[in-house]
């Protein structure tokens, strides 16, 4: 793991944010403007005042265009819908700009091939928000979890976001827990279990769906995803069976001002030494090719 404790050696990456919905004022433009690995260089959305609004806090300028953000900086993060995020991530691409994006980086899996065609291209630096993955409780985990043998899996990653609050947006209620809740507990259960070859799955994702992982060292896994019930906190656990002790991922109480020195650390070190890490653009890509699994009859097994 990244260490955020020794003193950043290079000059700030100059970060512009992208959005100023409650997650984009809420964590990426705080997060960014902490430093000192980062700075927000600046901030544009399709409403200007929210844009103010984001910006202000921080001294941080409001571009006008999305092409005088690019200008100003020499990265851009990403707090909009996926289908947004993936049309302007293509355009930051072509101006040489690494990215921090979020999951799914797109609303479509063609949407998510052709970014990261692009990214592989250009050989720019990308990054994914998979959240969990920065906190040091869930590395914990996945290092116990190296170290077992795994037969099967169950996890639960439920909430109410959907129902009501911030939330509850259009592209949310749309596709539902899949892409939403999908990215996350895939990617841990690939990540613990061992590689997903396929996923199956049961319900309406926009209710409650049921999906079932065959990974490739023979386990299985199941996970239930639902954003519309009214459980008093979130729920996101995963549970690891096999013929040792049982492994728990509880991340229901996890304090995520933890995750973002880890996440800005890493993203800033990426852009620095050119190359990604673990948890780029593919990794993006390879999660949205297990959930369109779900969704497309006759699919074949992952092989991303």
Excluded at 274 to 301: F, K, M, W
């Amino acid at each position: 793991m990244t260490s955020t404790a020794a003193p950043w050696p290079h000059a700030p990456v100059r970060v512009g944010l992208v959005g100023a919905g409650p997650w984009a004022q809420g964590v990426h433009a705080r997060v960014l403007a902490a430093g000192p690995e980062t700075e927000l260089a600046g901030v544009w959305a399709r409403r200007p005042e929210a844009a103010a609004e984001t910006a202000a806090p921080y001294g941080a300028p409001v571009a006008a265009r999305f092409e005088e953000l690019l200008d100003t900086c020499e990265a851009v993060a990403f707090a909009v819908p996926p289908a947004v995020q993936a049309e302007l991530a293509l355009r930051a691409v072509k101006a040489g700009k690494a990215l921090l994006l979020e999951k799914p980086i797109a609303e479509d899996l063609g949407a998510a091939r052709r970014l990261v065609d692009a990214i592989d291209e250009a050989g720019v630096v990308s990054q994914v928000t998979l959240t969990n993955r920065y906190h040091p409780k869930t590395r914990r985990f996945l290092q116990a979890a190296s170290k077992a043998d795994v037969y099967g899996a169950r996890s639960s990653f439920l909430s109410g976001a959907f129902l009501d609050g911030p939330f509850a947006t259009s592209w949310r209620l749309e596709h539902g827990a899949l892409l939403d809740l999908g990215p996350h507990v895939l990617d841990l259960l690939d990540a613990s279990v061992g590689r997903i070859v396929r996923v199956r799955g049961a319900g309406d994702p926009r209710r409650w769906i049921e999906l079932t992982c065959e990974h490739e060292n023979g386990a299985v896994s199941q996970a239930s995803l639902s954003g519309s019930v009214n459980v008093p906190q979130g729920l996101a656990r995963v549970e690891l069976f096999g013929p040792g002790p049982e492994l728990v991922f509880d991340g229901a109480g996890l304090d995520h001002e933890e995750s973002w020195p880890v996440l800005r650390r890493e993203f800033a070190t990426a852009v620095r030494t050119g190359v990604s890490g673990e948890l780029d653009a593919r990794r993006g890509l390879r999660l949205q090719t297990l959930i369109a699994q779900v969704t497309e009859v006759g699919a074949p097994p992952n092989r991303t």
